[in-house]
């Protein structure tokens, strides 16, 4: 295992990181802890959750995963806040009341007294930065978290966040973790660039497209029973998916596999690690299966001609099935 440097931290973490959004939802809880076992018996240290994966469960199989045990101070461990909690409309987003609030729930069921990296789940256009950046600031001198990140932010919000942490001497943010795979590469117009030169890191979320890149789904037929796609087929529309352009990018992800006897989504995976700029991609397996799939990525070595052929089927910086769409407002101003 090569580890990377996670931005400008002098921590070291796996170059895949363990996902666990499945994890006592689609994955059940036995599942998922064999998981995690296989994970950190193959030397990944990096795991990430966040309090809102079923609503805390995934961070309390991950707690139980780690307690007791001398391998949670060999893990990298991340977690995130904003998205709701419940129905009290202040149980949700980035103001101080939610973060601080959220901290200490999160740490109960990670059944940890620290949280290795801390990050935004998604920006508050309604709530200033430098609220939610001095919340994150007193974590950190608290000792109850030790770095902190943003995820889905738009370059612009990145750079707003490491100017105001600039400006009040506060801890800045240490990385972004977006979406980015090989249907959607908008992510290297302006984010990429911006992280290269402020040495923020890189862990995309979603490197095989929810699925779509392992091969999964297939033209003309219905997505599998169990898969993301099956259990919200909206959302298979809304990111076009379906449509032609995506399946001939897969076409050509399925023809180079094929001629390096790896799988597709172990050629997607090494594709995106060994991106400029990355990090460590999140894979979140739903079963023990999948996740011995992800980690043969590890084994894949991808050439400038494989790069060339994937860079002519799917063109940098664009987007061949929009991921995601952010509602990326003006910051309103106190």
């Known amino acids: ?9 002098g921590v070291k973490v796996s ?3 363990l996902g666990t959004w499945n994890f006592g939802s689609a994955a059940d809880r036995d ?3 064999a998981i995690i076992d296989h994970a950190l018996d193959a030397g990944v240290n990096f795991i990430d959750t966040a309090n809102s994966y079923g609503r805390g469960a995934s961070e309390t199989i991950v707690g139980q995963a780690l307690r007791g045990s001398a391998r949670r101070q060999r893990v990298v461990l991340a977690t995130k806040v904003h998205f709701a909690m419940s129905n009290d409309p202040n149980a949700q987003g980035n103001s101080r009341r939610h973060v601080l609030e959220q901290c200490e729930a999160s740490l109960r069921r990670l059944q940890t007294d620290y949280i290795d990296l801390y990050q935004i789940h998604r920006p508050s256009p309604d709530v200033p930065i430098d609220e939610t950046l001095r919340a994150l600031d007193d974590l950190v001198r608290a000792g109850k978290v030790r770095y902190v990140g943003t995820s889905t932010f738009p370059a612009w919000q ?4 490491l100017w105001t942490a600039h400006d009040l001497g506060l801890n800045r943010p240490v990385c972004e973790q977006p979406p980015y795979h090989l249907l959607d590469r908008r992510i290297e117009r302006e984010l990429v660039p911006m992280a290269l030169t402020y040495g923020i890191g890189i862990i995309p979320w979603a490197p095989l497209a929810s699925g779509f890149l392992t091969g999964i789904y297939r033209r003309g037929q219905a997505p599998p029973a169990g898969t993301r796609f099956a259990r919200n087929p909206e959302t298979q529309r809304q990111r076009k998916m379906h449509d032609e352009a995506a399946f001939a990018v897969l076409d050509e992800v399925e023809a180079i596999a094929a001629a390096k006897g790896c799988s597709p989504g172990q050629l997607a995976l090494a594709w995106n690690m060994a991106q400029p700029g990355v990090t460590s991609p999140i894979v979140g397996p ?22 060339a052929r994937l860079d002519a089927a799917a063109p940098p910086g664009r987007a061949i099935a929009p991921y995601y769409e952010g509602a990326w407002g003006p910051r309103t101003v106190r």
Request: glycine fraction near 4%.
């Open 31 to 33: 599942s998922s802890l």
């Open 15 to 17: 170059p895949l990181c």
């Open 286 to 307: 739903r079963t023990l299966q999948h996740w011995q799939d992800n980690l043969g990525a590890l084994d894949v070595a991808v050439t400038d001609d494989d790069r």
């Open 1 to 9: 295992m090569h580890y990377r440097t996670l931005g400008r931290t």
């Open 158 to 161: 990145v750079v707003e966040a």
